[in-house]
Structures are given as C-alpha cells and as structure tokens.
C-alpha cells in the first residue's frame, strides 16, 4: 500500500529580512523577556534564520501589564543599549504596544497614551476567554483617532471559531487581521491550526508576525515545517508585511 505525503519546507527559510510587527521581546515589562539577556538571545536566535527588523509590542493591560509610552521606551532604551555594547549594529528594533481592549482602552486613546505601530496602525487583542464588551466602540474610537486597528492572532478567539461571520463582519467595519505564525502549526491547539488555514484560503489575513515570548516559541518556530501548498499562500503575506512596515 502506498502512502503519498505533501512535500514541506521550513517556514523559516522563507523568513530572511522579515519584519517582525509583533513580539515580546523587550525586557522585563510583561510575560515575554525577563531580562536583557533574555531578549539577546532571542534576537540571536531570529537572526540565525535572516530576522533583524523588529516592531516591539509589549503587553498593554489594565491592572496587569499598565504600560504607557515611558515604560516601553526605557526598557527599549536599555536592550538598544546592550545591543550596542555587543556591537549588534544589524539589528533594527521600534517599540509599539499591543493594546487590551479593556475598560481602561479608550482612557488611554483620549490621553494619547496609546503605542501605534509606525505612527498609523494600533496592534489590539481580546481576551481568549470572551470577547471584549466594548470592542465596537472601541474600534470606532481607533478610526476617530485617525488609527487603523489591527487585530491580534484572530485565529486564537476560540469563542468565534463558531461564528465564522463575525470575522468578515470585522473585515467590513475596517480592521486589519494579524495572524501568529506559530498558529500554522498546533503549537495553539488543532482548532487554532485549522482556524488559521480557512482565514488564510479566505483571504481574510493582512500581516503575519511571530508573537514571540521566549525561546520555546522561538524553537518551535525554527523547527516549524509546512506544504508547499500553503507557503504559496503564506509568501505574499510576508511581503505584505515588509511592504507596509518598512
């Protein structure tokens, strides 16, 4: 009997001078990089598959990870730093934020203490456990602030996986869809793998980023394999993201 297997690459080798738009790799401000050596070795580990162009997005969440704009530069200020004094002069890295949207949300947008990413967009997420009660004032609140919303690995809101519309209902209201790239394997769970796929062969993924925490993902990552079939898919959305954040 025989036993025909779709041929698979590592994702990683179509990833060199990738711009990574959402990650955790700052120091000590939230559940990504403890330390300053942590976030070196993870760029070290990015740059061994071509990846030197960071967007940091720490955490922004009331009560947990209460962030603002001088948190996130200083702990930016000391990795640039290190970086230096390692005479790691390739690596480009900004800070931005991954903002909750929670009750706090749109106190932080009137204050303008909100962390666009390249000045025009606004990485946002949900809880995993529901979904956020003012999330259409929310987003209407990013557009009058002249913000293009970006949804944070939409393929992990389990809760929505049953309601397929509500995704291309998000996509008519204007917002922008992030996917992890770790959800193309079942590093999140089967449900978010499968997820992840139909929103890609729907067309309804803009960007893709790492959402990298610590050298675990980052391993997954690296030894992360998938079809040809969906690297073709997987290819213009890589561009689209270096096209929009260079």
Known sequence: MFYFFQKKKFLVDSLENFIDIHN????????????????????????????????ATPHIIHNYYPNNPKTINDSLLVLKSELSKQ????????????HMIDANFESLLEKESVMPINKGYLLVEMSYLQPSINFK???QSISEHSFFPIL?????????HNNFAKYK???????????????????????VQKMAVRL???????????????????TMLQNMKITDKLLTRILPLIENTNINFD
Request: proline share 2%; glycine share 8%.
């Open 200 to 218: 890609i062969n729907e067309g309804l993924i803009d960007f893709v980023a790492s959402d990298i925490h610590n050298l675990q993902q980052l």
């Open 24 to 55: 955790h790799i700052l120091p000590g401000i939230d559940d990504g990089a403890k330390t300053v050596e942590d976030s070196i070795n993870l760029i070290k580990g990015f740059a061994d598959f071509g990846v030197t162009t960071f967007i």
């Open 137 to 139: 004032d929310a987003i």
């Open 169 to 191: 209902k998000y996509k008519k209201q204007g917002i922008l869809f992030q996917m992890n790239l770790l959800s193309l394997s079942d590093y999140y769970g089967k449900d």
């Open 152 to 160: 944070a690995h939409p393929e992990r809101y389990i809760y929505l």
């Open 87 to 98: 005479n790691m002069n390739n690596v480009s890295i900004q800070a931005a934020a991954e």
